[in-house]
């Protein structure tokens, strides 16, 4: 056999080695995804069993895991959360959960509404939307990110009895990311067309506003793992929180806290474009200071279409500049 004979041998020989490694690895592959498939159901029932133990009824109604061999997919026709004990209750639509081979630390999931929400102290309330979809960067031991964007977001009552709904609010899109920094947690977000129905807030009246923001809670690692339900003791430090309606533009930044007594403090630096534009919003949202806002506001004017002042916060009580704008309740 000549030398010009045994290369295409060898070239044969590698080739079918190849194609053995190939095949070994794909059905490793296989093997492994149809073993997380099965976990997947076994644990989502395992976790509803042990759910249902404590007084606690929950369930993921259908669930399909399917997408083999570019995919992993896990679907349910609905989602379902109630707890009689605490009188606690949530539900929504159909939720689809999508990780690309090509792709697996950046899983997007979809949810449908309606979002029927029952908590003691709150009204039951029914959030509804066109899209809304998740999107997620995984990393060890936190995600680099976790973002959220909804498209026709709207909220109203969900009365239990025949009373009619009260509608809350309407946005044209919502948007927002969360990712960690260090031990605190950063979160960039933006809306517009939000429009918040006067009932909603005691009857004060607000044109449509869009909005964005970019702040970091202090801590906030620790508090999600800890699942802090109160906001006392809490601090944010807003970068950046623009809200604008036609002409009128307010651009608030600088460090807000919530002491041990519920107590909002505040030392803020607010921006505002088209200073006559913001005061009509203004005395139109609070009427009980029309006169103090215009009379503030008319002398801002004199500083020109974009000045700014310090927004104060001392123990609830509001001021922007000299101009009292009120008091915030303590927070729970």
Same mark, same amino acid.
Request: proline share 6%; charged share 20%.
């Given at each position: 056999?000549?030398?010009?004979?045994?290369?295409?041998?060898?070239?044969?020989?590698?080739?079918?080695?190849?194609?053995?490694?190939?095949?070994?690895?794909?059905?490793?592959?296989?093997?492994?995804?149809?073993?997380?498939?099965?976990?997947?159901?076994?644990?989502?029932?395992?976790?509803?069993?042990?759910?249902?133990?404590?007084?606690?009824?929950?369930?993921?109604?259908?669930?399909?895991?399917?997408?083999?061999?570019?995919?992993?997919?896990?679907?349910?026709?609905?989602?379902?959360?109630?707890?009689?004990?605490?009188?606690?209750?949530?539900?929504?639509?159909?939720?689809?959960?999508?990780?690309?081979?090509?792709?697996?630390?950046?899983?997007?999931?979809?949810?449908?509404?309606?979002?029927?929400?029952?908590?003691?102290?709150?009204?039951?309330?029914?959030?509804?939307?066109? &899209?809304? !979809? =998740? +999107? /997620?960067? $995984?990393?060890?031991? @936190?995600?680099?990110?976790?973002?959220?964007? %909804?498209?026709?977001?709207?909220?109203?009552?969900?009365?239990?009895?025949?009373?009619?709904?009260?509608?809350?609010?309407?946005?044209?899109?919502?948007?927002?990311?969360?990712?960690?920094?260090?031990?605190?947690?950063?979160?960039?977000?933006?809306?517009?067309?939000?429009?918040?129905?006067?009932?909603?807030?005691?009857?004060?009246?607000?044109?449509?506003?869009?909005?964005?923001?970019?702040?970091?809670?202090?801590?906030?690692?620790?508090?999600?793992?800890?699942?802090?339900?109160?906001?006392?003791?809490?601090?944010?430090?807003?970068?950046?929180?623009?809200?604008?309606?036609?002409?009128?533009?307010?651009?608030?930044?600088?460090?807000?806290?919530?002491?041990? &007594?519920? !107590? =909002? +403090? /505040?030392? $803020?630096?607010?921006? @505002?474009?088209?200073?006559?534009?913001?005061? %009509?919003?203004?005395?139109?949202?609070?009427?009980?200071?029309?006169?103090?806002?215009?009379?503030?506001?008319?002398?801002?004017?004199?500083?020109?279409?974009?000045?700014?002042?310090?927004?104060?916060?001392?123990?609830?009580?509001?001021?922007?500049?000299?101009?009292?704008?009120?008091?915030?309740?303590?927070?729970?």
């Amino acid at each position: 056999m000549t030398s010009s004979d045994e290369r295409p041998s060898k070239f044969r020989h590698r080739l079918m080695w190849l194609a053995a490694l190939v095949v070994m690895l794909f059905g490793a592959y296989s093997a492994v995804w149809f073993y997380v498939a099965g976990r997947v159901s076994s644990e989502a029932d395992k976790a509803v069993a042990s759910l249902k133990d404590k007084g606690i009824e929950a369930g993921c109604a259908n669930l399909t895991v399917s997408g083999y061999p570019l995919r992993f997919a896990i679907s349910c026709d609905n989602l379902a959360y109630e707890d009689d004990a605490r009188n606690v209750a949530a539900s929504a639509g159909s939720f689809n959960f999508v990780a690309e081979l090509i792709r697996p630390l950046s899983p997007a999931a979809e949810l449908r509404g309606p979002l029927r929400t029952s908590v003691p102290g709150m009204a039951p309330l029914w959030i509804d939307w066109d &899209n809304l !979809q =998740v +999107n /997620a960067k $995984l990393s060890w031991p @936190l995600p680099r990110s976790i973002s959220l964007q %909804a498209e026709s977001l709207s909220g109203q009552t969900d009365p239990a009895d025949d009373t009619d709904p009260v509608s809350l609010f309407s946005a044209g899109t919502a948007a927002g990311e969360l990712r960690p920094d260090g031990q605190d947690i950063g979160y960039v977000g933006s809306f517009t067309d939000l429009e918040i129905d006067a009932d909603a807030i005691g009857g004060r009246v607000l044109p449509p506003l869009d909005g964005s923001g970019d702040a970091t809670l202090k801590n906030g690692v620790a508090l999600m793992k800890t699942q802090a339900r109160s906001l006392r003791g809490q601090a944010v430090g807003i970068h950046k929180l623009d809200l604008s309606s036609g002409t009128a533009r307010i651009t608030v930044s600088g460090p807000v806290s919530v002491d041990a &007594n519920g !107590q =909002v +403090n /505040a030392d $803020l630096t607010i921006k @505002l474009q088209d200073p006559k534009a913001v005061a %009509a919003i203004l005395a139109t949202a609070i009427p009980e200071q029309k006169s103090q806002i215009e009379q503030g506001f008319a002398g801002l004017a004199l500083l020109g279409n974009e000045p700014s002042m310090p927004l104060k916060v001392v123990k609830g009580k509001v001021s922007l500049g000299f101009i009292p704008l009120g008091k915030i309740k303590p927070l729970d």
